[in-house]
């Protein structure tokens, strides 16, 4: 198995997942353990990861770990795969789980190498395949596959569902534009109920729920896509509560007249570090996210939160209409345990 990039570059590596041929966008991962949470989180939506870590697999796959209802990565890239799993929870090894849900893999990958050309190069597609092809073939395959637009509507929910609490004080209204379900965890372990939203609901149906606070999700994809959720936001808010997470973030800065932009490789991995702005505490945060934002011009919104790697904005908060959000994943799943507050803080405002 090989994987041919848009540069002419090509990597040969040994096939494992499903066998299918597939034309998709090159991000890594710096994250050690997580492989599962990263194929499942609905936000890698046609995107080939590539793991820095170099063995893949060792603690197989628990059905309990999935962050949706299914694998959404559209391939794996690592160094090494284990073959041979060693968990006492472990349900598939994780080669069989990616063939069941038609994720094709490539192991034997110098994964160093991958990860330094996409931090020079800047993320990029690439064509994986089993196939016998010249370069000149790939590259025709490259450019001649439509890049997909508007991803979420891929991953959203199709109709409206209910995640309950066991200690239920408060009801909530999550709009899922690629849910993770740690997010649903941490709402309801802090006593949410959650009514599930697909991404185009419009306000006023999400309001007749008589929400305490609304949530608008992770996700994949460029936010200007999101047209319809970005217009929920601005009828939405100063109504109730809002909290942002991930693409959340990005919608909620567009709501507001701020600008968003493609990174050059992005941020993944459960490590990167977080100035809160607030205390001057430094947070270690799980990320995942392709796009970033700028332009703040309204005077209303303010950084609360900022990466220390680049200095991109974090975190924003607009205090007179209780709307707050962050880039990164609170939730973790994976990732450190740092960031949870942030549910408390929602909480305390819906309450």
């Known amino acids: 198995m090989k994987i041919i990039f848009e540069n002419g570059k090509v990597f040969e590596g040994h096939q494992f997942g499903s066998e299918k041929e597939a034309v998709l966008e090159v991000v890594f991962n710096t994250s050690v353990v997580g492989y599962q949470e990263i194929l499942s989180d609905p936000s890698y939506y046609s995107q080939a990861v590539c793991m820095t870590y170099p063995l893949i697999g060792n603690y197989g796959v628990t059905d309990s770990d999935y962050e949706s209802c299914k694998m959404f990565a559209g391939a794996l890239m690592v160094g090494q795969i284990c073959e041979h799993p060693s968990h006492y929870g472990v349900t598939q090894t994780l080669q069989s789980a990616m063939e069941f849900y038609g994720v094709p893999g490539i192991s034997g990958l110098d994964t160093r190498m991958v990860t330094r050309m996409l931090r020079n190069e800047g993320s990029m597609r690439a064509l994986i395949t089993n196939e016998p092809v010249t370069v000149g073939k790939a590259l025709e395959k490259i ?172 975190g924003l908060e607009i205090v007179k209409d209780r709307v707050f959000s962050v880039q990164y994943h609170p939730e973790n799943s994976p990732g450190p345990w740092d960031s949870l507050y942030i549910f408390e803080e929602f909480i305390s405002v819906i309450s």
Not at 162 to 186: N, T
Not at 238 to 255: E, F, M, R, S, Y
Not at 301 to 313: A, E, F, R, V
């Open 143 to 314: 450019i001649n596959t439509p890049v997909v637009n508007d991803h979420v509507s891929n991953v959203s929910c199709k109709k409206i569902w209910r995640s309950k609490s066991a200690k239920s004080k408060s009801l909530v209204a999550l709009v899922d534009c690629g849910v993770k379900y740690g997010i649903l965890r941490a709402l309801n372990n802090f006593g949410c109920d959650v009514v599930i939203f697909p991404y185009d609901t419009s306000s006023e149906e999400i309001l007749s729920f008589s929400p305490s606070g609304v949530v608008f999700s992770n996700g994949p994809g460029d936010p200007k896509d999101c047209v319809k959720t970005i217009e929920t936001i601005k009828n939405i808010q100063g109504k109730v509560p809002i909290l942002g997470i991930c693409l959340g973030h990005q919608l909620i800065a567009l709501a507001n007249g701020a600008n968003t932009y493609k990174m050059k490789f992005g941020h993944r991995g459960g490590n990167h570090p977080v100035k809160n702005l607030k205390n001057g505490k430094i947070e270690i945060t799980s990320q995942n996210h392709s796009y970033s934002v700028d332009s703040l011009t309204d005077s209303n919104i303010k950084i609360t939160h900022i990466n220390l790697l680049d200095g991109s904005p974090e």
